[in-house]
């Protein structure tokens, strides 16, 4: 069997676009199960960066085709836009890239309707703005489009009318919008048109590699604990990013995957609101976010920093069932005097037994921490294990053993050969 999926273990951000990329170069499909343009995957290849937010990474790679699966909710604007970034880069996308006739479709009908609906919260969830939520919301409310209507226009236009005058009439968005919507309505369908011959039957693509062995990789976005599900609810994301969702998001049974590989950060990130126990909000964060270059790939907003969480990484192993990890921006924490990891949770006083119980008051969580020293010498660019510092060494083995997962991959850096594999 050869199906792999790459997985957020934490808040996003953790470079799963640059997992994803290294592990691309003998795969021939690449699939994306969840989620839209609220993601946005680095990578640097020879070309230099390029930041996907919806097509899968393995479109850098030439023998990879790649899906944009029925879990998916796709925004067409972005898409051909992301189109032509990724042709800038002379990369053909001819006969490269499906959407699935099932993905729900993003309109801008609900990027407004996010948009105004965070503006309305007293206790904004601080999203992307991408329409994410409303458009998952028509979904499971059985109003929503899907890439099939992006080949009647006629009907796709009436459908986005009637989405407009509902958003009106329930105050979604103010009537004021109204005008800006409608324009916005009729190039929305040029653009529609155009990434219409991208749409097709995604199952029997699956099926047929799954019957023939070819290999498959799936790319998840957003991270285990921006899930629906299993997520620091209500500040998640609208889908389901851990491994359970991929089984629904692309018709995927999930006892055909072989390996499933979290993606984790040597430290933490988050962007938008909610808690984050190991939050910090002094020098040592500030570092982080210099030195990790913690910014937004979508928004451009800072990203919060805080030392990696062992707890909240030993649900996301259990919860995904990952058989193994990849550790990423080793070199970041280069220049630090001390590294701490977060070992377990206080509340009151009172030591919890993990990260599950604690989830539902996480903002009342003191972390505790064991503390390591740095290593204090470059660290970027290695390729083998065997050459990394005796300290560093030290600080890979404690986060394997306690998360009882081998740490297959180690990445030292951006692009794509400053990489570890055992
Ligand atoms: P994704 O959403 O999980 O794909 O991650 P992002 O692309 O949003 O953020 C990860 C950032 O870290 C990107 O800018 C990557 O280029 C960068 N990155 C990935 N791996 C490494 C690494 O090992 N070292 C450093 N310094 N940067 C890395
Ligand atoms: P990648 O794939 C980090 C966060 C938003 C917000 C919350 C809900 O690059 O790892 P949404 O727009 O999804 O309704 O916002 O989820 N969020 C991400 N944070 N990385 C992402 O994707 C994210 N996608 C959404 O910041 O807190
Ligand atoms: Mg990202």
């Given at each position: 069997?050869s199906?792999?999926s790459?997985v957020?273990g934490q808040w996003g951000?953790?470079g799963?676009?640059k997992?994803?990329?290294?592990?691309?170069s003998?795969?021939?499909?690449?699939?994306?199960?969840?989620?839209g343009?609220?993601?946005?995957h680095t990578?640097?290849t020879?070309?230099?960066?390029?930041?996907?937010h919806?097509i899968?990474?393995g479109i850098?790679?030439?023998?990879?085709?790649?899906?944009l699966g029925?879990?998916?909710v796709?925004d067409?604007?972005?898409?051909?836009?992301?189109?032509?970034?990724?042709?800038k880069?002379?990369?053909?996308?001819?006969n490269?890239?499906i959407?699935?006739h099932n993905?729900h479709?993003v309109?801008?009908?609900?990027?407004?309707?996010?948009?105004?609906?965070e503006?309305?919260l007293?206790?904004?969830?601080?999203?992307?703005?991408?329409?994410?939520?409303?458009t998952y919301?028509?979904k499971?409310?059985r109003?929503?489009?899907?890439?099939?209507?992006l080949?009647n226009?006629e009907?796709?236009?009436i459908k986005?009318?009637?989405?407009?005058?509902s958003?009106i009439e329930?105050?979604?968005?103010?009537?004021?919008?109204k005008?800006?919507?409608e324009?916005?309505?009729?190039?929305?369908?040029k653009?529609?048109?155009?990434i219409?011959?991208?749409?097709?039957?995604?199952?029997?693509?699956i099926?047929?590699?799954?019957?023939?062995?070819?290999k498959?990789l799936i790319?998840?976005a957003?991270?285990?604990l921006?899930?629906i599900d299993?997520?620091?609810?209500?500040y998640?994301?609208?889908s389901?990013p851990s491994?359970?969702g991929?089984?629904?998001?692309?018709?995927?049974?999930?006892?055909?995957i072989?390996r499933?590989?979290?993606?984790?950060?040597?430290y933490c990130t988050r962007?938008?609101?909610?808690p984050?126990p190991?939050?910090?909000?002094?020098?040592?964060?500030?570092l982080?976010?210099k030195?990790g270059k913690?910014?937004?790939?979508?928004t451009g907003?800072?990203r919060?920093?805080?030392?990696f969480d062992?707890?909240?990484?030993k649900?996301s192993?259990q919860?995904n069932?990952?058989?193994?990890i990849a550790l990423?921006?080793?070199d970041?924490?280069?220049?630090f005097?001390?590294?701490k990891?977060?070992?377990?949770?206080?509340i009151?006083g009172?030591i919890?037994?993990g990260?599950s119980?604690?989830?539902?008051?996480l903002?009342?969580?003191?972390?505790?921490?064991t503390?390591?020293p740095?290593?204090?010498t470059?660290?970027?660019?290695?390729?083998?294990?065997?050459?990394?510092?005796?300290k560093?060494k030290?600080?890979?083995?404690f986060?394997?053993?306690?998360?009882g997962?081998?740490?297959?991959?180690i990445?030292?850096?951006?692009?794509?050969?400053?990489?570890?594999?055992?």
């Amino acid at each position: 069997m050869s199906v792999i999926s790459v997985v957020g273990g934490q808040w996003g951000d953790e470079g799963k676009g640059k997992i994803v990329d290294v592990l691309s170069s003998d795969v021939e499909l690449v699939a994306r199960y969840q989620g839209g343009a609220n993601a946005g995957h680095t990578v640097y290849t020879e070309e230099g960066k390029i930041v996907l937010h919806q097509i899968p990474s393995g479109i850098l790679r030439d023998n990879c085709v790649c899906i944009l699966g029925n879990g998916m909710v796709v925004d067409p604007e972005g898409l051909y836009e992301e189109i032509r970034q990724v042709s800038k880069k002379n990369i053909s996308i001819d006969n490269r890239l499906i959407l699935s006739h099932n993905a729900h479709i993003v309109t801008p009908i609900h990027k407004a309707i996010d948009i105004h609906s965070e503006g309305k919260l007293k206790n904004p969830i601080g999203t992307t703005g991408k329409g994410i939520g409303p458009t998952y919301v028509d979904k499971f409310n059985r109003r929503g489009i899907r890439g099939i209507d992006l080949l009647n226009l006629e009907i796709l236009r009436i459908k986005l009318y009637n989405r407009l005058e509902s958003a009106i009439e329930n105050f979604e968005i103010p009537l004021a919008l109204k005008l800006e919507l409608e324009e916005k309505i009729e190039s929305y369908l040029k653009i529609s048109e155009k990434i219409s011959i991208y749409v097709s039957d995604v199952y029997e693509i699956i099926q047929s590699h799954l019957d023939n062995s070819q290999k498959i990789l799936i790319e998840g976005a957003q991270g285990t604990l921006l899930d629906i599900d299993h997520g620091t609810y209500p500040y998640v994301t609208s889908s389901s990013p851990s491994t359970g969702g991929i089984s629904t998001g692309l018709g995927l049974p999930l006892h055909r995957i072989s390996r499933h590989i979290g993606i984790f950060k040597v430290y933490c990130t988050r962007v938008g609101e909610g808690p984050f126990p190991t939050e910090l909000q002094d020098e040592s964060g500030e570092l982080l976010r210099k030195i990790g270059k913690e910014f937004g790939a979508t928004t451009g907003r800072p990203r919060r920093c805080g030392w990696f969480d062992l707890p909240a990484a030993k649900f996301s192993v259990q919860v995904n069932g990952l058989t193994e990890i990849a550790l990423t921006k080793l070199d970041v924490l280069d220049k630090f005097e001390k590294i701490k990891i977060c070992t377990g949770y206080m509340i009151n006083g009172k030591i919890q037994s993990g990260y599950s119980s604690s989830m539902c008051n996480l903002q009342e969580v003191e972390p505790i921490y064991t503390e390591f020293p740095g290593w204090r010498t470059s660290t970027v660019g290695f390729h083998h294990s065997e050459n990394l510092p005796g300290k560093v060494k030290e600080y890979i083995r404690f986060l394997e053993e306690s998360l009882g997962v081998p740490i297959k991959l180690i990445s030292t850096g951006p692009a794509r050969d400053q990489i570890i594999e055992s």
